[in-house]
């Protein structure tokens, strides 16, 4: 199985609880980290009343907060530096008014610079990864942050070297470089053979013509799709009920090629060992 697996879709389609899942049935023969860079963070509320199994590594990073720290910072570090320049520094002025609108100018999705950065810790860590997305728009941005952001991050490095024996280590100077690392090394693992990306989505007309514009785009980007799973299909009985809006549902998935099925359940999947059997791992792509 791949490396890095992403878990792809709208919102409220059940992507953690499928992440979670997998991650579950990794943990059991090997250690992998579930990473959740959704802002909601409901991976939290998974594990909330059970620790997860000790090869399993739960992470959430909240990476609007640390945008705006990230961007508060700048203006701070960037005042230290011209506090410490002599007069003779005629260029900082507009240097500091330059690292200013570059931050305005910030590309779509620069706050989830901090998720590329600790995917490419993990990666470079040779760790298994599963990862919990946000939906579909701004996990878009995500995986395109790579191929947007480099020369907007190459611009604040560009500038911030000339006053790097001015800003102290470990700040602003440093996350920035190793920010530009973690674009090129997330890049390649994108586009390897390591990495796949599972769509899930709930069979409902709206939601599946959000699931199939997703995998487009995925197809476009030249990225590995791993399977679509459809989440909350009614289960086969005798209720007629049920038979006509399972057929519905049949129907709207249909243009979906091959789907991995997940019922309707009456009460929601909380109990990990269940959780780990929710989603056959072997029946994905």
Known sequence: MERLIFFAGKGGVGKTTCSASVA????????VTLLSVDPAHSVRDVFAEQQPPQNLTVEAIDTRAKWR???????EEIDRALGALTPAGVSVAHDSESMR???EVAPPGADELFAITRLADLIAEKKRVVVDTAPTGHFLRLIDLPATAGEWVHELMRILLRYR???????LGEELLRASRALHAVEDALRSDACRIVVVTRPERVVVAETKRLLG?????GLRSGGVIANYMTPENDCPCDRSMRGY???????LGAVVEIERRDEPVVALDELARLVPLDSLP
Do not use: C, N, V, Y
Request: hydrophobic share 40%; no cysteine; glycine share 8%.
């Open 249 to 255: 549902e049949l129907e709207a998935i249909r243009g």
């Open 69 to 75: 720290q990230f961007r508060d910072s700048l203006g």
């Open 101 to 103: 609108k570059l931050i």
């Open 217 to 221: 785009a995925i197809a476009q980007r």
């Open 165 to 171: 024996e001015l800003i102290p280590p470990g700040t």
């Open 24 to 31: 579950l049935q990794i943990a059991r023969t090997e250690p």
